[in-house]
């Protein structure tokens, strides 16, 4: 089972807005709005930020957004700040394998 | 507050078997169905197992199908992970994860690690 593809890594600086892809298939992405989101620093567990493609969980900033079209899902991330600089991943329900991850994107902020 | 705490990891020869358990708290613990996630050093996420709230139910990675077995003991809310036929392969830190009905982790656990060395 391939894991959803994300960019190795993205960058922006402080104020600016990035996305981040995450491609599967019909089978997974395509298939079902259960896509999620979490963010995750060095040494620590991941958090949640996006479940559901767009729902953002309670405390979680507003400059978090979620989205997918087709086959591919989008976290964007507005008005960049230091802090938002970590290990990005994407996760799907899947019939094969009831959850897969993307292979993780490093955001830097320049 | 949800808790969940992970304990069991350490070091282990190649072929050996590990136990993993993870204490949870603050929340009715059989209404959620548990996964176990893992972290190989440097690398991604990646899904292990499925048990349901019930304990009636268990889903596999193919990695790890015939090697691993989850369970759970509703009345001690904990749950746990027998690994063995260890490979290098399976050297990662192990989360648990409570999974919400469509399919997203909202709590993790702080992470054990497993290392499998000779």
């Known amino acids: 089972q391939s894991a959803l593809t994300q960019p190795a890594s993205v960058s922006g600086s402080p104020g600016q807005s990035i996305t981040i892809s995450c491609t599967g298939t019909?089978?997974?992405?395509?298939?079902?709005?259960?896509v999620s989101w979490y963010q995750q620093y060095p040494g620590k567990a991941p958090k949640l930020m996006i479940y559901?493609?767009?729902n953002r969980p309670s405390g979680v900033s507003n400059r978090f957004s979620g989205s997918k079209s087709g086959n591919t899902a989008s976290l964007t991330i507005s008005g960049l700040q230091a802090e938002d600089e970590a290990d990005y991943y994407c996760?799907?329900?899947?019939?094969?394998?009831?959850?897969?991850f993307g292979g993780g994107t490093r955001l830097t902020v320049l | 507050e949800v808790q969940l705490v992970e304990s069991g990891g350490g070091l282990v020869q190649p072929g050996g078997s590990l136990t993993l358990s993870c204490a949870a708290s603050?929340?009715?613990?059989?209404?959620?169905?548990m996964h176990w996630v893992r972290q190989p050093p440097g690398k991604g996420l990646e899904y292990v197992s499925t048990?349901?709230?019930?304990?009636?139910?268990?889903y596999y990675a193919e990695s790890v199908k015939g090697r691993f077995t989850i369970s759970r003991d509703n009345s001690k809310n904990t749950l746990y992970l027998q690994m063995g036929s260890l490979r290098a392969e399976d050297m990662a830190v192990y989360y648990c994860?409570?999974?919400?009905?469509?399919?997203?982790?909202?709590?993790w656990g702080q992470g054990t690690l497993v290392t499998v060395s000779s």
């Open positions: 994860a409570r999974r919400r009905s469509t399919y997203f982790y909202d709590y």
């Open positions: 603050g929340f009715p613990f059989s209404s959620y169905a």
């Open positions: 048990i349901t709230g019930n304990g009636g139910t268990t």
């Open positions: 019909s089978s997974d992405v395509g298939g079902y709005n259960y």
């Open positions: 559901e493609v767009s």
């Open positions: 996760s799907s329900y899947t019939t094969r394998i009831t959850v897969l």
